[in-house]
Structure formats: C-alpha cells, structure tokens
C-alpha cells in the first residue's frame, strides 16, 4: 500500500451488526469505507470483550481495502503473530500495555505487517517520540478505550497537533479513534490527522439491507473533513 495523507475513514465493525459480519464489511466497502477497522478486547486492558484470531481470520476474506486491527490488550507481545496471521494489514498495539512498546513494534515488523502505535487519553504524546522510527501509523484515542458510542474528548486535537509536529516528513498516518463525527472531524483533520475510525457515526440508521445509509454517513464524514483541508 503506497502512502498518502488523503481523508480515510475506517469504520469499526464493533458498531456493525454481530450476526451478518461478512455482509456489514462488504456494505461498508461498497459504500465507500478506505479501511475496515477492527476493535480486539481482552477485558484485562479495556473493560470489554472482543474479538480473537479466529474472528479476524474469518473477517479476512470479505475485507478488500485494507483491514486495521486495534489491540487493545496486555500483554501484548504474546499475540502478535496470530493476529498477523489471521490475515491483518495493520497492528496497533498501546503504548500503555507493557514495558516495553519498542520491542512490540519490533515484533509486530518482523510479521510483515504495518505497525502503529496507540495512546489513551491520558497519555501524553511525547512518550512516543523514540517509537517513530518504527511506526506506519500512530493512533490517538480521543476517548478512553473499551466502549463504542462515547464522547469526543476535546483536548485530542492538540494531541494529534503534537504528534504531527514530531512526524515531521516521515511517512506516519495519523488516526483518530473515539467519538468522530461530522461535528469533530473538522478540527482533527486541521490539526494533522489523516485517518478515522467511526462506529456508530457510520452503521447509525443502517444495515446491509440498507446500505445506502452507510454510503450517506461515510460522504458525510468526508465532505465535513475535505472542508476543513
């Protein structure tokens, strides 16, 4: 995948319905999704439960873009590799999930995968800084991890502001996860941000007999970031 800062949204699958995956994926993408975003639980990290390698196996043959997968578990390290090959393109792990989030960037190279970095809320972004190098993408939190549906933290915008300020010219996406909508992306995408995640912001009014309803919600999403640009 060649590198670009174009708008992308990425819908999380954690907002689509549970019971038709493979047609919700399929919907999305025909409706204009850039990636498929996917949520992976633990319930130790976050307070939820999600998805494991078989589930992302079995999402993988309907995603044709590009399939993102969000750990949001500690330890970490131990399931790189049966992520990788369950088929993501992409693996974001915290930095707030072991001691050591260089080695797991190591790591999750070494699979052949892209590799991102995640910050919670409450983490600032300069913690980072000595990660970059290792880095496809750094994802900034602008809700605190484990539930979809929640509030836009404001203070995120500037934290994506540093975190562009610290990429300088590297080839670095920057995503947003947590609460984006018309209303927020606007300012996101000013301050630096190239990629978003979007629940219920994109499955709202929806379903994969109603797919229109997500071509709507994604154009949305798009048109609100492009005037921003």
Known sequence: ??????????????????????????????????????????????????????????????????????????????????????????????VEAGPHPHRTLQAIKATGA??????????????????????????VMSVNPGFGGQKFIPSSVDKVRQVREMIGDREIHIQVDGGVDPNTIGPLVKAGADCFVAGSAVFKGGSVDTPEVYGENIRALKAAAQAAQ
């Open 114 to 139: 892209k590799a991102g970095i995640s910050l919670n809320p409450g983490t600032p972004a300069n913690v980072i800084e000595h990660l970059l190098p290792l880095c496809d993408m750094v994802l």
């Open 1 to 94: 995948m060649s590198f670009d800062r174009s708008i992308k949204i990425a819908p999380s699958i954690l907002s689509a319905d549970f019971a038709n995956f493979g047609q919700e994926i399929q919907a999305i993408e025909a409706q204009g999704a850039d990636w498929v975003h996917v949520d992976v639980m633990d319930g130790h990290f976050v307070p939820n439960l999600t998805f494991g390698p078989p589930a992302i196996k079995a999402f993988r043959p309907h995603v044709k873009t590009f399939m993102d997968v969000h750990l949001m578990i500690a330890p970490v390290d131990p399931y790189i590799q049966a992520y990788a090959d369950a088929g993501a393109d992409m693996i974001v792990a915290h």
